[in-house]
Each structure stands twice: as C-alpha cells, then as structure tokens.
C-alpha cells in the first residue's frame, strides 16, 4: 500500500496536530430518533467547546445532505453509502484532532459498528439520544412525522422503517427528561472536560 499512496509518510502526524491544537480528536456519534435533539445538543455543545478554546466540527444531515452526500436517498443502500461517507470524512477531521460531532439517525446497529470500523472504536463514542418516539413525534418541527404517517414519505425511521437503539452506547441522554444544559453538562464530563 505504501508504494501506492507514498506521500502519507511525509505528512504530519496525527500527534503533531493534536499538539498543535492542544486538544486530542475524538467522534460523537450521535444517533436517534428525528426530533430526538440530535442537532440541539451537538450545537450547544459545539458553543460549549468553543467557549474552552476545543476546535469542534458538527456533521449533521443539513451540512451532509445538501453536499458530500447529496443524491443519496433513504433506501438501504443509500444510507449504508450515507453513513459510509460520513464516517470516512469524520476520520479525517478526528485524524487531524478535532472533535467531531455527528448527528444522525443511523438507524441501525450494523450502520454505527460499520462507522466504528471505519474511524476507529477507540475514537468512536456512541451517544444516544434516546428521546421516546411519542416525544419526538409531538415535536415534529419539520412535519415529517405527519407526512410519514399519511402515507407520503417512505422508509421514514420510527414510522415506517425501523430504529435500532444501540446496544453499548457510551451515553444515554433522554432530551424529555434531561436539559439542553445537563445534556451538554455530562458530555463535557464525559470527556473529562469541565
């Protein structure tokens, strides 16, 4: 592999990056339900860790969808080709010692393990927000809940195409029970940032 892709060598390091930012890259893998919180929490962490001079990057659906991934639909193999990509991008801001925050649903346990893979398990945290699909229905910010229920959108993750909870995430937040603030709160915890 090295005679094909040589350059690598003379790059900087991984080390020498996270040395320069002071901070050492890691994933937050974010999954649950639509209008689980996904991308509330990971905004408000990202302030969070901005306010403590941490270089963050969020991956969400908004920034990934309407780009990189753009033309992917919602079948089985368009989501796998999703998570996939992601993953691959998230590797490289991590590889640089960024923290990166992504926000998906990735409904199922093969996708995040796929992830995982791919960015490494020791860089890899699954963190679930595990809102109750009634929470996140009553939520329905974009109406897309409604129209999954009517008939109009397809393989819609909770309605209509399942979700797998994660079997080991390395936390569980419930954004019905526990405040934006507390959410943000046992994550920095979680990475021994306070």
Known sequence: MNEIYPIFDQMLSR???EELLGQK???L???GLSGSGKSTVAIALERELQKRGLLCRILDGDNI?????KGLGFTDEDRR????RIAEVA??????????????ISPSNEL???????IGAEDFKEVYISTPLEVCEARDVKGLYAKARRGEIKNFT???APFEAPEHPALSIDTSKVSLEDSVKQILTFLGIE
């Open 29 to 31: 893998w974010f999954t």
């Open 15 to 17: 080390s020498d990056k």
């Open 25 to 27: 890259g890691v994933m």
């Open 112 to 118: 995040r393990r796929m992830a995982s893979d791919i």
């Open 91 to 104: 590797k490289l801001f991590v590889d640089t010692g960024i923290i990166t925050i992504a926000a998906f």
């Open 158 to 160: 909770g309605i209509s």
């Open 65 to 69: 969808r309407s780009g990189i991934n």
């Open 81 to 84: 080709e999703n998570i996939r």
